[in-house]
């Protein structure tokens, strides 16, 4: 297939044509929902694919990318808790089918889950200014992401070492990896065993009323995962940056980032590659398409053995269809299976802007033109095989659209 400038045209005029289509509106609020074509997607806005969906919004309607934010951080409750999936429809504690043989009720709130996801709401908002220099919406917005992100640093760096902990898959966003097996002790790496298990937890966290100190108490599931602490660093760096623009004092921000920074190259590289850290500070032993997060961080390092030997490798993260989320030489890898090794958008994008950040333009641009083709070929979906690009999960997924700076990155090349 040819990088032809109609193509692109298409794939990213498809970006705008799903972001609009799955857009919901009241007279209150307006954001977007992942897909409409699964009932449990359409019935709620989700934190970091609404943040996605508002990164790419910003180029294309920034005042709806701003009712994204606005949407999700009124939501934001007393505890400065932004929760990962909001209710608009109030059905947060109708439990699901694969999970009604063990609990009764699901959330605490019709309205909201207990969990949360990766903090990438900083550079969500960051891109609506980059394209709109509205310093009247960041002024608005700032005072609840420092609220949000301070947060964090107090309730989830429990050992008070700069880096943050998730209780539950769902926070990490790579719901049934591979990276949770030992803490969900599976065998087999079935959807059915892993919801079991996912259902589980939320039992027993139900018996303590979500207190987070009493779930740490638990030790059930506590796992520091690298991307996640990639994230934070990186958002809290955005975040001070934009303190900074408006006069607003931005030194706890800055100082997390340099700490949890620091903690990701000091405890989280084993000499080859980047991976999870549990409470015993012991480093996980599955790769995962986590390890290339760190590109995104101004920290010097030298990432070629890291690339060379894993990104490029077709035994491990190579396809021709983009980068799987765990290694294709995992005993328990599945293309098919849900988070079991497949193709993800939003994985795939950050690693792109990783390679840019670290001045590896010619993979960067490979990269993308395995994910333009791929949208390109088969559409719009949740999650794909990474051998034959078959589309998985839901259709019509809306943070697919994060192709379309993929696409603006190869046009402004020039790239053919």
Not at 205 to 217: A, G, R, S, T
């Given at each position: ?58 180029s294309i309607e920034p ?80 005072p609840k992401l420092q ?270």
């Open positions: 297939m040819i990088m032809d400038h109609k193509t692109l045209t298409k794939v990213q005029q498809d970006s705008v044509n799903v972001l609009q289509k799955n857009q919901i509106s009241n007279p209150e609020l307006t954001f977007t929902v992942a897909s409409l074509t699964n009932p449990i997607y359409a019935n709620m806005q989700a934190f970091w694919d609404s943040c996605f969906h508002a990164y790419i919004l910003a005042e709806i990318a701003k009712k994204e934010i606005i949407a999700l951080v009124t939501n934001m409750n007393e505890d400065v808790f932004i929760p990962h999936m909001i209710y608009f429809t109030g059905k947060g504690k109708f439990v699901p089918d694969n999970y009604k043989s063990i609990l009764d009720s699901f959330w605490s709130s019709s309205y909201q889950s207990d969990l949360l996801q990766p903090p990438i709401l900083a550079l969500a908002v960051n891109r609506i200014f980059e394209k709109t220099q509205d310093e009247e919406f960041l002024i608005q917005i700032l609220k949000y992100y301070r947060y964090l640093s107090e309730t989830r760096d429990h050992d008070k070492d700069g880096l943050l902990s998730i209780i539950h898959s769902w926070e990490s966003g790579w719901d049934n990896s591979q990276r949770w097996d030992s803490l969900y002790n599976i065998k087999k790496g079935q959807r059915q065993e892993i919801d079991k298990q996912k259902a589980y937890l939320i039992k027993e966290y139900q018996k303590v009323d979500w207190k987070i100190e009493e779930i740490f108490d638990l030790g059930l599931f506590v796992i520091k995962p690298v991307d996640f602490n990639v994230l934070y660093a990186w958002n809290m760096e955005i975040l001070s940056d934009m303190c900074e623009h408006v006069n607003l004092n931005n030194s706890f921000f800055k100082e997390q980032a340099h700490k949890t920074t620091q903690a990701i190259f000091k405890k989280m590289f084993d000499g080859e590659a980047f991976y999870d850290l549990d409470l015993d500070n012991n480093l996980s032993e599955v790769h995962s398409a986590a390890m290339f997060f760190p590109m995104l961080l101004n920290h010097q390092f030298n990432y070629t053995d890291i690339i060379n030997n894993y990104l490029k490798n077709d035994q491990h993260f190579s396809s021709p269809n983009g980068v799987p989320s765990t290694s294709l030489s995992h005993p328990l890898h599945s293309s098919n299976e849900y988070w079991r090794g497949n193709i993800w958008i939003q994985i795939n994008w950050l690693i792109f802007r990783g390679l840019l950040f670290q001045k590896r333009s010619e993979l960067a641009t490979d990269l993308a033109k395995r994910i333009i083709r791929l949208l390109y070929n088969n559409g719009f979906w949740e999650y794909f095989n990474p051998q034959t690009g078959k589309g998985l999960g839901a259709g019509n997924y809306s943070w697919d659209s994060l192709v379309y700076s993929m696409v603006s990155y190869l046009k402004k090349s020039k790239v053919e």
